[in-house]
């Protein structure tokens, strides 16, 4: 079972770190935004395979704490983004 967390840990280091390559590189400010939202994504999963692994539920409420606020961020940056195009 230890090869089973090890390769999805190996899994979303790889993720993470083609996701930051992207937005690091992206062009415009919403596919920046993607990518942030992507690297968070990619940090709730990896938290809850910490979950998974230790057995340590106590994590769950940094997990909720921090998708919320990953998307009052992402509406936050969308709607200032649609005030400069118009």
């Given at each position: 079972?230890?090869y ?6 190996a899994?979303l280091?790889?993720?993470?770190l083609?996701?930051?390559?992207r937005t690091?590189?992206?062009?415009s ?5 993607v990518?942030?939202?992507?690297i968070?994504?990619?940090?709730i999963?990896?938290l ?8 340590d539920?106590t994590i769950?409420?940094?997990i ?9 961020g992402?509406?936050?940056v969308?709607?200032f983004r649609?005030r400069?195009?118009?």
């Open positions: 079972m230890n089973v967390w090890a390769a999805s840990a899994m280091l790889i993720a993470a083609l996701t930051t390559y690091l590189r992206g062009p400010t919403l596919d920046r935004l990518g942030v939202d992507a968070v994504a990619i940090m999963c990896g809850a395979l910490w979950v998974a692994v230790t057995g539920t769950a409420a940094a909720v704490v921090l998708s919320l606020v990953s998307f009052i992402s509406i936050a969308a709607r649609v400069d195009d118009q």
